[in-house]
């Protein structure tokens, strides 16, 4: 019988003391892995490991038993019963005196530089705040990037843009914080997220009858201003605001400095572009040229447009009130479409397209890449079973 050592002594003790707090029938071992404690489970027939954080020492061991203890805990009360999902379980339930969440959304913010302030507070800020307050409850606390996901995107719809916009957000930070070791490996987001998609509404292009209309409709010379330019250059309302005259290998160009977000993880944004006029058409069918670029050339004043980012709600608000916009707006619901401030951007892209221009450069003057085009623009391409039939009924009149 080998003699037992001091060190021995210690561990029998602690093994029962551990013992005690497991069912007779329990099969659960602690052991030695390279001056480490181990952890051994037996369940179903099936042995499970994993090596804990603590030394293999009497101090280490008086500080692994309550753990050990949650995590037996947790392996039976859990609902996969296996003894990594356990240790995470315990791992993240002890995390909050650890973590300055604060602090974490802070140094997070360093890594998307891309994003304006702007859309930093609205499209990150609100869903990190919620996963924030989550994440320091004292009970009901997530367990797992997806309990986390579910629970912080309860305060958005299902289906809409905002609430696809703070799931990536908060993603993002999941995927940065895990894989820095800034939160447990369980907080990894999940692959997907159940989520009930709504049929994206159908953008209605103005007519330039509308247009007209409109314009005339309009009392304040300012917004008039501003429709001519969204029409006939079929700008992003928020474009308004960084028109610049440039000087080009032509002569002086009008030009659009925005750069909006592309979207994806990168932060990539669209490049400044020369804008190319799509003039408007009377009844006639006769162009009328505003002179736009020379207009903006002199200083000629654009409406107040809010804060930097809230052009399309500043139009929005004022548009709206106008009792031609409200019976256009009535008529696109009729046919399954919507007004909206974007319908002067729409007007450019369904007129390029009826012109026969190819989509690379319709593309190019709209500020986007092909792809983004075909995603939003593709039902105003030429429809290849139209025009078949279309020339079969010419041969048979």
């Not at 030009?255 to 994806?264: A, E, L, T």
Request: net charge positive.
């Amino acid at each position: 019988m080998p003699r037992l050592t001091q060190t021995d002594t210690w561990v029998k003790e602690y093994r029962e003391l551990l013992r005690q707090s497991f069912a007779p029938d329990a099969k659960w071992f602690v052991g030695n892995h390279n001056g480490s404690i181990r952890l051994e489970v037996k369940h179903n027939g099936k042995k499970q490991t994993r090596v804990l954080p603590f030394e293999w020492s009497k101090k280490g061991f008086s500080k692994a038993i309550p753990e050990i203890q949650q995590i037996y805990k947790r392996f039976y009360t859990g609902s996969s019963q296996t003894l990594e999902a356990a240790c995470e379980v315990v791992k993240v339930s002890d995390s909050n005196q650890k973590i300055d969440y604060s602090e974490l959304i802070k140094e997070f913010r360093l890594f998307v530089p891309n994003a304006s302030d702007t859309t930093w507070r609205k499209s990150y800020l609100p869903i990190l705040t919620k996963a924030k307050e989550l994440l320091e409850r004292s009970k009901s606390k997530p367990h797992n990037g997806e309990e986390l996901m579910m629970k912080a995107l309860e305060d958005w719809t299902q289906g809409t843009r905002q609430r696809t916009i703070q799931r990536r957000s908060l993603n993002k930070f999941l995927s940065w914080a895990v894989a820095r070791i800034k939160l447990p490996a369980a907080y990894a987001p999940p692959p997907t997220v159940p989520e009930i998609k709504k049929p994206k509404k159908i953008g209605y292009a103005f007519t330039d009858q509308q247009i007209l209309a409109l314009i005339d409709d309009e009392p304040n010379p300012q917004w008039q201003f501003a429709y001519q330019l969204l029409a006939v250059y079929g700008l992003r309302p928020e474009e308004l605001r960084y028109l610049r005259i440039i000087d080009g290998a032509e002569g002086k160009e009008l030009w659009s400095i925005y750069k909006k977000s592309m979207g994806g993880l990168r932060g990539d944004k669209t490049k400044p572009r020369r804008l190319e006029a799509l003039l408007v058409r009377d009844a006639d069918g006769k162009e009328i040229d505003w002179k736009l670029q020379e207009r903006i050339e002199i200083g000629e004043q654009l409406p107040p447009l809010g804060a930097e980012g809230q052009g399309g709600l500043a139009l929005r608000t004022h548009i709206r009130r106008r009792k031609i916009y409200q019976q256009i707006k009535a008529d696109a619901l009729k046919i399954g479409q919507e007004a909206v401030p974007y319908s002067f951007r729409h007007r450019y892209s369904k007129e390029s397209h009826a012109s026969g221009f190819d989509v690379a450069n319709i593309a190019e003057a709209m500020g986007h890449t092909p792809e983004v085009h075909w995603q939003n623009y593709s039902r105003f391409k030429p429809s290849g079973t139209t025009e078949m039939y279309r020339n079969r009924n010419k041969q048979t009149a």
